[in-house]
Every structure is written in C-alpha cells, then in structure tokens.
C-alpha cells in the first residue's frame, strides 16, 4: 500500500501546515494565498496517486477514491477500508468485516458502503459481478451439477427462440455475464451470435423459469428420498412421474409444504402457482429425454 502510504503522508503534512497558518500570525503572508496553494497541490496529489489506471476506469465513486483490489483487501479488516472502493469485485473477499468497524465506523456505515459499492460494479459492468447476477439464471452453468436431475435443461426445451435454431440455445450459458447476456430485449444480435431481438424470451424469463426448475427440482428430491404414497426409485418412474400430469399433481402436491417454506413459490413471478408449473410442463411433456436426466 505505498500509495496509501504517501498519500496519508503527505495528506498529515499539509493539514498540520494548514491549522499551522490558521494559528500563527504570519505577517506578510496572505493566508488566503496560501491556503489556495495547499488545496492545488492536494489536487496535484490526487492525480498523481489516484489516476484511473485501475480495472474500473475510474479514479473515484461517490467522493471516495477507488484503488486496486490487492491493495483494498490488505485494509479490509481496518476502519480504513471504508474510504476507499476496490477496483474489481471478488465474492469472498470483497466486503467490510466486523473487524474493519468500530464507534465511528457503525454497520450502517458498512451498508452504505456496500451499497455504493455494487453501484460501482454495476456502472462499470464488472464481469465478475455480472457473472454473480447470473447465478440464478436458467442457463446458469452452477445449475448444470450433477446433483441435480437436470431440469434445467428440461425446461429450456420449453423455449422458443424465433427464427433462431432450438439447439442454438445454449446450455449451459457460454457467456456468463450479466451484462452481456445476449438474451437482453435491447442487445443488437452481431456476428450471428444468438439475440434477444430473434427471442420470444427475456433475460427475466430465464431467471423466473429457474425459480420454477428448482421448485420442481426440490419435488422430485423429496419423493425420491421420503416414504410417500408416490415414490420415484429409478430413471423410468422420473420420466412417468414427469410425463404424467397426475402422478405430477401428487407428486408437487406431497412436497407442497417443502415448497412453501422455500418461499420459492411466492416468487416464481405474480399469479403463477403449482398450476402454471404443470402447464409448462404439460407442453414440454413429448420432448422429456430419458438420457438427458440424472438419477442419483
């Protein structure tokens, strides 16, 4: 941190240079003149040591300079941290710790923070922050894991990309940025790329429709693994229970109050419920592939 270093060196100097002037009487010395060359050569150190050679592109946000990642996580545990903003985000290390407060510096300091903070990313269009705000997508690779059955991929098939070919949808997402999801209302398709402008889907679709895969997901786990009137042992009765409407209904019926306590189902979007999920699913129900599911 010896940029730090030398700012706060040199930031100490001319305060004790400014309360020197205001409490001496300095005869024949103009005291406005001199406070005006204090505050040019601040400015000259605030270019010298903060200039916009960072990940962001920029050298301050809300009045606070921002400075590289490494150097912000080596104050991140002090109250200093809060003065700065660090120049790229990392979800596990790219917050204010308890340590880092104390009487001046409260947790609604740390909040604020935090919040000016993902201003920052989303001004800047980070692609690590984007690739974050893409955790809960549809096409998500985090909901390509082998734990799950691979709904996800079941559901996708319920898409419709206009002119578009269907297995030029990919899955799971290549690109893995929010803010250059190429299924955005207003992104311009370029160089044959798949764009929203040939999509009867929005990127807030995909996000709504995994809400849903996960409900649907959490179902079939809970039959799967509990001593319930309708069981699933084996790849075929996964197919069965998906292909069936009824044995559906039982099946979203019996893990109803696993559902509820997820509050996932409040969420899907407004006025969907258990019944709009058996819709979608009833209109996909011919394009369930076997080898395309998991069972574990």
């Given at each position: 941190?010896?940029?730090?270093?030398h700012?706060?060196?040199?930031?100490?100097v001319?305060?004790?240079?400014?309360?020197?002037?205001?409490?001496?009487?300095?005869?024949?010395?103009?005291?406005?003149?001199?406070?005006?060359?204090?505050?040019?050569?601040?400015?000259?150190?605030?270019?010298?040591?903060?200039?916009?050679?960072?990940?962001?592109?920029?050298?301050?946000?809300?009045?606070?300079?921002?400075?590289?990642?490494?150097?912000?996580?080596?104050?991140?545990?002090?109250?200093?941290?809060?003065?700065?903003?660090?120049?790229?985000?990392?979800?596990?290390?790219?917050?204010?710790?308890?340590?880092?407060?104390?009487?001046?510096?409260?947790?609604?300091?740390?909040?604020?923070?935090?919040s000016?903070?993902?201003?920052l990313?989303?001004?800047?269009?980070?692609?690590?922050?984007?690739?974050?705000?893409?955790?809960?997508?549809?096409?998500?690779?985090?909901?390509d894991?082998?734990?799950?059955?691979g709904?996800?991929?079941?559901?996708?098939?319920?898409?419709?990309?206009?002119?578009?070919?269907?297995?030029?949808?990919?899955?799971?997402?290549?690109?893995?940025?929010r803010?250059?999801?190429?299924?955005?209302?207003?992104?311009?398709?370029?160089?044959?790329?798949?764009g929203?402008?040939?999509?009867?889907?929005?990127?807030?679709?995909?996000?709504?429709?995994?809400?849903?895969?996960?409900?649907?997901?959490?179902?079939?786990?809970?039959?799967?693994?509990e001593?319930?009137?309708?069981?699933?042992?084996?790849?075929?009765?996964?197919?069965?229970?998906?292909?069936?409407?009824?044995?559906?209904i039982?099946?979203?019926?019996?893990a109803?109050?696993?559902?509820?306590?997820?509050?996932?189902?409040?969420?899907?979007?407004?006025?969907?419920?258990?019944?709009s999920?058996?819709?979608?699913?009833?209109?996909?129900?011919?394009?369930?592939?076997?080898?395309?599911?998991?069972?574990?």
């Open positions: 941190m010896n940029i730090m270093k700012y706060s060196r040199e930031l100490r001319l305060s004790v240079m400014h309360l020197t002037l205001e409490t001496k009487d300095y005869r024949g010395l103009n005291l406005e003149r001199s406070i005006s060359n204090l505050t040019k050569r601040l400015d000259r150190l605030d270019t010298v040591f903060f200039t916009p050679s960072n990940k962001a592109g920029l050298s301050h946000w809300k009045g606070k300079p921002i400075i590289p990642l490494d150097d912000w996580i080596e104050i991140r545990d002090t109250p200093y941290a809060l003065d700065f903003f660090p120049d790229d985000f990392d979800q596990g290390l790219t917050y204010i710790s308890e340590g880092g407060l104390n009487r001046e510096r409260k947790q609604e300091d740390a909040k604020k923070w935090d000016d903070y993902q201003e990313m989303e001004y800047t269009k980070n692609s690590n922050y984007g690739r974050i705000k893409c955790f809960h997508c549809l096409l998500s690779p985090d909901g894991d082998p734990i799950f059955i709904i996800n991929r079941l559901v996708i098939q319920g898409l419709s990309n206009g002119r578009q070919e269907k297995d030029l949808i990919q899955y799971p997402c290549k690109v893995v940025n803010f250059e999801c190429p299924y955005e209302r207003n992104r311009i398709t370029k160089d044959h790329n798949i929203s402008t040939n999509s009867d889907f929005d990127t807030e679709d995909l996000f709504r429709l995994q809400k849903m895969s996960f409900l649907v997901e959490i179902a079939l786990a809970r039959v799967r693994k001593d319930l009137e309708i069981q699933i042992k084996d790849k075929q009765g996964l197919l069965t229970a998906l292909a069936d409407r009824d044995i559906f039982m099946v979203l019926e019996q109803s109050d696993t559902l509820k306590s997820t509050e996932y189902l409040r969420e899907i979007s407004p006025g969907q419920d258990i019944e999920i058996l819709n979608y699913f009833t209109g996909i129900q011919d394009k369930v592939c076997l080898e395309e599911l998991r069972f574990y």
